[in-house]
């Protein structure tokens, strides 16, 4: 019974690279949340989605970033053109139902260092 | 954003108690979760509380008081293992995301 999946666990990038974070939900959840995590800070929202579909991407800056849910594959979350503020931990977590008054089960994040 | 606050850091040692507060805006709340982080893992479940009182688990337990937007984890007879991030984290009604403090780093010293 695995849990969220995440790869990779770390990845280096240089200043203006493309940065693609993917994430296998659990078994049988079709919910997925991407956070991020800054050193010193907490998780910040980035992005819901359902299979195929972006539900809330508020917490997801307007450039650069983009998330996709295929119906087929992992979760992704792709950074193009990184900067150094972009380096942080990147946290994929996954429930059953959506709304937030269902646990969230996390992955064990990918941790972005741009160079 | 919602203010979910919690202290930076504490120390406690080996058998002692502990207790983590936590407060939040009341307005749309919904429920609040309890998440512990080792450093460089992911955060794991440890409790959820919807209604106002004490949910016990073992060495851990979580209070509630909905109408002061507080909460507090309390870890009991505590263990080297317990060192770790201890995350507040506030689901508000019609939002499907939880907002986070910025985490409790507990140290436990022999």
């Known amino acids: 019974n695995a849990g969220v999946m995440q790869n990779p666990r770390h990845l280096v990038r240089r200043r203006g690279q493309e940065a693609r974070l993917r994430c296998s939900p659990m078994?049988?959840?079709?919910?997925v949340y991407w956070y991020r995590q800054l050193p010193e800070e907490g998780l910040k929202f980035m992005v819901y989605?359902?299979?195929?579909?972006?539900?809330?991407e508020s917490g997801m800056p307007k450039e650069r970033f983009s998330a996709e849910f295929p119906k087929e594959g992992p979760s992704i979350l792709r950074i193009q053109q990184v900067v150094r503020g972009d380096s942080a931990a990147y946290f994929c977590?996954?429930?059953?139902?959506?709304?937030?008054?269902?646990?969230?089960?996390f992955g064990p994040g990918t941790r972005l260092t741009v160079l | 954003g919602q203010n979910i606050d919690q202290p930076t850091e504490m120390t406690a040692t080996e058998g002692a108690i502990v207790q983590i507060n936590c407060t939040y805006q009341?307005?749309?709340?919904?429920?609040l979760f309890w998440y512990q982080q080792h450093a460089g893992e992911a955060p794991t479940f440890l409790s959820y509380?919807?209604?106002?009182g004490l949910e016990e688990k073992g060495r851990f337990s979580s209070f509630l008081s909905r109408s002061k937007g507080y909460s507090y984890l309390l870890l009991k007879e505590l263990q080297m293992k317990d060192s770790a991030s201890y995350l507040c984290?506030?689901?508000?009604?019609?939002?499907?995301?939880?907002?986070f403090g910025a985490g409790t780093t507990v140290t436990v010293r022999a």
């Open positions: 977590a996954s429930s059953p139902r959506g709304g937030a008054d269902n646990e969230q089960f």
């Open positions: 509380n919807v209604l106002d």
């Open positions: 984290a506030v689901g508000f009604s019609n939002d499907y995301k939880l907002s």
């Open positions: 989605l359902q299979k195929e579909n972006i539900i809330d």
């Open positions: 009341t307005s749309g709340f919904n429920g």
């Open positions: 078994k049988g959840h079709s919910h």
